[in-house]
């Protein structure tokens, strides 16, 4: 059974840096990726940062330059560093995997909540 157990939300200032994780238990997405979206309200979820098991990386456009995606694979852990962050960073981040190819994720973590606001 695939698990992603993600950690790290809360609130923050404008300006300041958090750092998610998610432990993965159940697969090791060889092939595939580990990646964050993120969910604000009246929105829809969109794709954050992932990394691919070769180690490629991909970013929004709105956090290149802030945002670092990394992976532990003695862990089966992905982190998502957080820096200078922005009002509009708020939103519930989900982290997301799938074994095998691109497309959305196959599985799922509960989220986490980040807000940025003073």
């Known amino acids: 059974q695939v698990q992603l157990v993600e950690s790290g939300g809360g609130l923050v200032q404008p300006g300041g840096s958090l750092r998610l994780s998610c432990a993965a238990s159940g697969s090791r997405f060889s092939g595939g990726f580990m990646g964050w979206y993120r969910q604000a309200p009246g929105k829809q979820r969109e794709l954050v940062a992932r990394?691919?098991?070769?180690?490629?990386?991909d970013y929004t456009d709105s956090v290149k330059g802030r945002f670092t995606i990394s992976r532990d694979d003695a862990k089966n852990t992905v982190y998502l560093q957080m820096n200078s962050l922005k009002p509009e960073d708020t939103a519930v981040y989900y982290c997301?995997?799938?074994?095998?190819?691109?497309?959305?994720?196959?599985?799922w973590g509960q989220g986490t909540q980040v807000t940025v606001s003073s």
């Open positions: 990394i691919f098991s070769g180690g490629r990386t």
């Open positions: 997301g995997a799938r074994a095998g190819g691109f497309g959305w994720p196959a599985y």
